[in-house]
């Protein structure tokens, strides 16, 4: 029986905007190019497109030899998903078409496989040109059609991704390097100390606090944390140092969302706390336990790697077998320290499977709160920010430039997130106070979290960089200070 790759691809400018899909097929033994499809189809939106392309591929297979079997490649999760069975079809516009394609070939014959863009360039570029012909007021001809050639030119090596940096493990290769600096100067500080003999009157040992000041990393005099919390524990010594970055320099999920200057009014919100922080410790009365939130990152999902804007709006992927290792190893780590009382978790997928092995490792009930969920990337979800700035350049710009500016096609701005995020701490703070909460979630939530405890300026969300399964903490007293105990720590996977 012969066998058919039928590749497939769908794009919208605008989402919905003018839209085109393109589709192969390729004989599987020999890899040959034996048909191609592309048509500009009008306004759609980009799910509709894939599954135009998809359509249209499986009936050029059906024309070269109904008997064969097809195995189909797209870099749509959620049109692989929906066609394998595994998720629901709930577009009215897309029921009908995966209706369709279901009935081109026997369901016995076709399997579906999720493949990453770059390999799916041939069906991209048909696509692309079939939406060109269509802003010309031209029809796509094979003829014309340079997207073989071009996609065959590309270099087959996957291109170092740039813009968003969601789980870069050069970053916490930094961190490490910049931790065993700093404990090394402290090795050499107090070897010379102790050849010297004992410490200058009225100065402190390396490593110790000066007289009247709290330790970096501790709660200040009157505001420390119960003994079962002890979040402080998860810190490594010396602390985390996170790496920086340009303000060129967002988070995609690649991200799972991504990173922007939160509002310039959050900022302000974060300055009046560390104003109030300035008074002094000394006299500062006994406001008892904080509310202490470990904020853990959720493992990654296929589209982390790729460095793919994941929010709220899109496929909402599940961990990848890599993902689900993380959160294993964050259960084991957390065990180990006992100090965990309450898991509260994000309600999309990869947020409520990480929180459910370390649930189940802990013996602990999970509560979903809407509030800590990732922000709407709106037309943006599942690309690339190179393929964002390609395909909607002013619109990332004007994202880029304002807090204020959503993405295209609807989604959420950072501003409206920031909002959200701010109310969530407070209803948690108030729920929560004396606790230990791990709160699992996502880059954006967690990242405006730490700006807003810092009292930094928007910009800093530029400057940090999030791991998959990473864990921060942050602690909230009853005069709403707060204090940064851990950020981005990444021990436990090692």
């Known amino acids: 029986m012969r066998e058919f790759i039928v590749e497939a691809d769908g794009g919208s400018r605008g989402n919905p905007g003018p839209a085109g899909y393109g589709s192969v097929v390729r004989d599987a033994a020999s890899g040959q190019t034996l048909a191609e499809r592309a048509e500009y189809i009008g306004v759609a939106t980009n799910n509709v497109a894939e599954y135009r392309g998809l359509l249209a591929g499986l009936r050029a297979a059906h024309e070269l030899d109904p008997d064969a079997t097809v195995h189909v490649r797209m870099d749509s999760k959620l049109v692989v998903e929906q066609m394998s069975g595994r998720w629901k079809i709930k577009h009215p516009a897309m029921k009908p078409l995966a209706a369709e394609a279901a009935t081109v070939f ?188 470990v904020l853990l990152r959720h493992g990654e999902t296929p589209l982390t790697p790729q460095k793919r804007f994941s929010g709220s709006g899109g496929t909402d992927p599940a961990l990848s077998d890599i993902g689900r290792e993380q959160a294993e190893r964050v259960a084991e780590a957390l065990a180990r320290r006992g100090t965990i009382q309450h898991i509260v978790a994000s309600p999309l997928a990869r947020t409520r499977e990480t929180a459910g092995i370390v649930a189940a490792r802990l013996g602990l009930e999970v509560t979903v709160e809407d509030g800590l969920r990732e922000t709407d990337f709106g037309a943006w979800e599942g690309l690339t920010f190179a393929e964002v700035r390609e395909r909607h350049p002013d619109d990332l710009n004007a994202w880029l430039a304002s807090p204020q500016v959503a993405p295209t096609g609807g989604g959420e701005s950072f501003a409206d997130t920031a909002v959200r995020i701010a109310a969530t701490r407070d209803k948690l703070t108030a729920a929560y106070a004396g606790r230990t909460v791990l709160l699992v979630t996502h880059v954006t939530p967690i990242k405006t979290l730490i700006q807003l405890a810092l009292g930094a300026p928007s910009e800093a969300l530029f400057r940090m960089e999030l791991s998959a399964a990473s864990l921060s903490v942050v602690a909230y007293y009853a005069d709403g200070n707060a204090s940064v105990r851990l950020f981005n720590d990444t021990s436990h996977l090692r």
């Open 106 to 293: 026997p369901p016995d014959r076709v399997t579906y496989e999720w493949i990453p863009r770059e390999r799916n360039k041939h069906a991209d570029r048909l696509a692309n040109e079939a939406m060109d012909a269509g802003a010309r007021g031209e029809r796509w001809t094979p003829s014309a059609s340079r997207a073989e050639l071009d996609a065959t030119a590309s270099p087959s090596a996957v291109p170092e991704p740039s813009g968003p940096p969601g789980d870069a493990t050069a970053g916490a290769a930094r961190a490490r390097a910049a931790l065993a600096d700093v404990r090394a100067a402290r090795t050499v500080a107090a070897a010379e100390t102790a050849a010297a003999g004992t410490s200058t009157p009225g100065t402190s040992a390396p490593g110790t606090a000066a007289p009247g000041k709290a330790a970096p990393g501790t709660a200040a005099p009157g505001a420390s944390a119960p003994a079962a919390s002890a979040p402080e524990n998860l810190a490594p010594s010396g602390g985390a140092v996170p790496s920086s970055r340009t303000a060129s320099s967002a988070d995609a999920d690649s991200s799972d969302g991504a990173a922007a200057p939160a509002p310039a009014d959050a900022g302000r919100a974060g300055a009046a706390t560390a104003e109030t922080s300035a008074q002094g410790w000394s006299s500062a009365p006994d406001l008892g336990a904080p509310a202490t939130f």
